[in-house]
């Protein structure tokens, strides 16, 4: 050992408790003996209270030591994996740009010829893959009953002949259901799914068309076909698509559209599709089947068809009629569908 290091070694030592426990106890001892000398103690039991101490400190040292220097050789280790690792990633990705720039000179890379076959990737767009929307709650095709009055958002003759044009906020629609002047009926709903198209491949691919079904099993609710629209076009967009067909991707190109389906209660009356409600919160799946099919052509002519199944969650729509039904009071309703009224 050098003497640099004998040196730290005797200083680690030295701050150790125990050592100045036995040099304690040892400097104790030979105090009582010149105080009484019948309590002296053979020279041995000095040395070894002394030679204790010291030991005991030193395997302390020794122990702290080795557990440090383990630690900084793992930290070492590690530093050099994450070196060897960032450097194989980087010749990875040397290798990848070579073999793509081959590609572009001699139409095949160094190892295989390229993969001209279309390649879709279909996902719903991640962090905003769909969201639900209710309607006013009434049915449309009866139009409004307000005091023995037939109101709608329609021209209606009034007494002199002529047309009047009637129209009325949601905020007074819901005020009138309320205060029971109006029957109310559970809204139809708005599914918007947020589509993303991937051109995962080596070839320009033509969307000819996307479809799109619903699966909706046991829910209270069905669901019409989606209608494929534009990612910004706004609510009744669907009655007039504005997609126009086809679409052309080039490789690595993302494609982004919506589709919008129609969800209905089931049931003739408000009653029954709370009880349906009810029955389907048992089952505690909330699960729609979503299948999303697209027609395509590649660069040859030659038609191809994509087909993703995706999953979509009809809790979100159960939390809109609850609440929707706790805004407009509609405590029967509440209580068939298992839930508690605010103003119980």
């Given at each position: 050992?050098?003497?640099?290091?004998?040196?730290?070694?005797?200083?680690?030592?030295?701050?150790?408790?125990?050592?100045?426990?036995?040099?304690?106890?040892?400097?104790?001892?030979?105090?009582?003996?010149?105080?009484?000398?019948?309590?002296?103690?053979?020279?041995?039991?000095?040395?070894?209270?002394?030679?204790?101490?010291?030991?005991?400190?030193?395997?302390?040292?020794?122990?702290?030591?080795?557990?440090?220097?383990?630690?900084?050789?793992?930290?070492?280790?590690?530093?050099?994996?994450?070196?060897?690792?960032?450097?194989?990633?980087?010749?990875?990705k040397e290798l990848k740009e070579y073999r793509e720039a081959l590609a572009?000179?001699?139409?095949?890379?160094?190892?295989?010829?390229?993969?001209?076959?279309?390649?879709?990737?279909?996902?719903?767009?991640?962090?905003?893959?769909?969201?639900?929307?209710?309607?006013?709650?009434?049915?449309?095709?009866?139009?409004?009953?307000?005091?023995?009055?037939?109101?709608?958002?329609?021209?209606?003759?009034?007494?002199?002949?002529?047309?009047?044009?009637?129209?009325?906020?949601?905020?007074?629609?819901?005020?009138?259901?309320?205060?029971?002047?109006?029957?109310?009926?559970?809204?139809?709903?708005?599914?918007?799914?947020?589509?993303?198209?991937?051109?995962?491949?080596?070839?320009?691919?033509?969307?000819?068309?996307?479809?799109?079904?619903?699966?909706?099993?046991?829910?209270?609710?069905?669901?019409?076909?989606?209608?494929?629209?534009?990612?910004?076009?706004?609510?009744?967009?669907?009655?007039?698509?504005?997609?126009?067909?086809?679409?052309?991707?080039?490789?690595?190109?993302?494609?982004?559209?919506?589709?919008?389906?129609?969800?209905?209660?089931?049931?003739?009356?408000?009653?029954?599709?709370?009880?349906?409600?009810?029955?389907?919160?048992?089952?505690?799946?909330?699960?729609?089947?979503?299948?999303?099919?697209?027609?395509?052509?590649?660069?040859?002519?030659?038609?191809?068809?994509?087909?993703?199944?995706l999953k979509v969650s009809s809790r979100p729509l159960i939390d809109l009629?609850?609440?929707?039904?706790?805004?407009?009071?509609?405590?029967?309703?509440?209580?068939?569908?298992?839930?508690?009224?605010?103003?119980?």
């Amino acid at each position: 050992m050098k003497k640099s290091n004998l040196l730290s070694y005797s200083i680690l030592v030295s701050k150790k408790w125990v050592f100045w426990l036995f040099a304690l106890l040892d400097i104790i001892a030979l105090i009582a003996q010149y105080v009484d000398p019948s309590l002296r103690l053979p020279q041995i039991i000095y040395i070894l209270l002394a030679l204790t101490g010291f030991l005991w400190a030193g395997f302390d040292v020794y122990h702290e030591t080795t557990a440090k220097q383990e630690i900084l050789e793992q930290e070492m280790m590690a530093e050099h994996e994450t070196i060897l690792r960032e450097s194989a990633m980087k010749h990875e990705k040397e290798l990848k740009e070579y073999r793509e720039a081959l590609a572009t000179l001699t139409g095949k890379t160094q190892l295989e010829e390229i993969d001209l076959t279309p390649n879709l990737g279909i996902l719903l767009t991640e962090g905003n893959e769909y969201e639900f929307s209710l309607s006013i709650p009434i049915k449309p095709e009866t139009g409004l009953l307000l005091a023995g009055t037939l109101i709608a958002s329609k021209l209606i003759p009034n007494e002199d002949g002529n047309q009047e044009d009637f129209h009325f906020s949601e905020s007074e629609i819901k005020k009138w259901i309320k205060e029971g002047q109006l029957d109310y009926h559970p809204s139809a709903a708005k599914l918007r799914i947020h589509l993303r198209v991937d051109n995962l491949g080596m070839v320009p691919v033509d969307i000819l068309s996307i479809e799109a079904y619903i699966d909706e099993g046991d829910a209270p609710f069905y669901c019409s076909s989606p209608t494929p629209i534009g990612k910004d076009d706004k609510e009744f967009a669907e009655l007039i698509p504005s997609i126009k067909f086809p679409i052309t991707l080039s490789p690595g190109t993302i494609y982004f559209c919506d589709l919008i389906s129609r969800v209905s209660p089931r049931g003739d009356t408000s009653a029954q599709f709370a009880a349906g409600l009810r029955d389907y919160r048992a089952k505690r799946e909330y699960i729609a089947n979503l299948s999303i099919d697209i027609d395509a052509m590649d660069s040859n002519g030659a038609q191809c068809s994509f087909n993703q199944n995706l999953k979509v969650s009809s809790r979100p729509l159960i939390d809109l009629y609850i609440s929707e039904w706790h805004e407009l009071e509609q405590s029967e309703l509440l209580r068939i569908a298992g839930y508690k009224s605010k103003t119980t």
